[in-house]
């Protein structure tokens, strides 16, 4: 299967450009176009092999999330021309992540475990286990690094900074906490657990905007909801769904994105595994069977398909 690394189009009226981590951005005035590559991603580094079906898989995700969730909040997205493309507004996006956890797990847990209780400025209790549900959702913002590792910040240091003002960091909280209410439920109705995620807004005309993808696989952790409660007691491994199979390969490999470490080869059978668990990954988010294109120049569509656009 071919998999897309990089793009370099030019279209009519296109204003501007910029590669990000996983995705190329071109900009067309007040609109942009997000393709979403089969780059990949994991401690903040850029790995070496691109990873067939993984764009694919997480925009046509994120499509259906921003669908179910804009009667919450209004989001950027307007059409998806193509598969891995999506075509929409351009925000002034917040400087923060808004992080939100329902269980402690990942970064949380490898906090706490080192004996921190408090993450972020909220504090948590003594006496918990990595995956435990926590008493109630909590919101750990993140700085948005343009280079670099994002960075833990309060809520307080946010408000205290200047960063964003406290009425609308208020509301993005609020929003915040709305989503992944909805991320749950929809969670729920397929045997699955939103574990935790991540939002990241802007603002157009002094509304706020939903923008980047949501509840997918990259942003965001499920864990397997049919025998949860049973392996909690049990003390074994949680079945979840999420790009953290990626990282604890690398982790195994001696990897966590820190000076000095090389990253792992990775080999054709380490990708065909990547793409088969990012397809189940669809297939479970979404309860749709997911379809894999072949034989087709995937640039040549794309630039195709998204210039109908401008036709």
């Not at 990000?20 to 092999?49: C, E, H, N, Q, W």
């Not at 435990?132 to 700085?143: G, N, R």
């Not at 939103?194 to 005309?205: A, I, P």
């Amino acid at each position: 299967m071919e998999a897309l690394k990089e793009t370099q189009f030019n279209f009519p009226g296109q204003t501007g450009f910029y590669r990000g981590k996983v995705r190329d951005v071109y900009y067309f005035g007040d609109k942009m176009l997000m393709v979403a590559t089969d780059r990949i991603s994991a401690f903040d580094v850029v790995l070496p092999r691109a990873i067939p079906c993984k764009g694919q898989i997480l925009n046509q995700i994120a499509w259906q999330n921003l669908e179910s969730t804009k009667d919450i909040v209004p989001n950027w997205a307007q059409k998806l021309p193509d598969p891995m493309a999506t075509y929409g507004l351009q925000c002034e996006p917040y400087a923060v992540e808004m992080v939100v956890r329902g269980y402690l797990v990942g970064h949380a847990w490898r906090t706490y475990i080192s004996g921190k209780r408090e993450i972020c400025g909220v504090i948590l209790p003594d006496g918990l286990k990595e995956n435990d549900k926590l008493l109630s959702p909590i919101i750990t913002p993140t700085t948005k690094a343009k280079e670099g590792h994002d960075m833990d910040i309060s809520r307080e240091e946010i408000i205290n900074q200047g960063i964003v003002p406290k009425q609308e960091y208020e509301e993005l909280e609020k929003i915040t906490f709305q989503l992944f209410n909805r991320g749950t439920e929809l969670a729920a109705k397929k045997g699955l657990i939103l574990v935790d995620t991540k939002y990241e807004f802007g603002k157009l005309n002094d509304q706020i905007y939903l923008i980047d993808e949501i509840h997918t696989p990259d942003s965001s952790r499920y864990f397997y909801k049919e025998g949860y409660e049973e392996r909690q007691l049990k003390g074994e491994k949680q079945k979840q769904l999420s790009k953290e199979f990626v990282r604890e390969w690398l982790m195994a490999n001696g990897f966590q994105g820190k000076e000095g470490e090389t990253i792992p080869e990775m080999t054709n059978e380490v990708v065909e595994g990547i793409t088969k668990r990012y397809i189940e990954l669809y297939e479970q988010v979404t309860g749709s069977k997911f379809e894999i294109f072949k034989g087709i120049n995937l640039p040549d569509r794309i630039a195709d398909n998204v210039s109908s656009l401008f036709r």
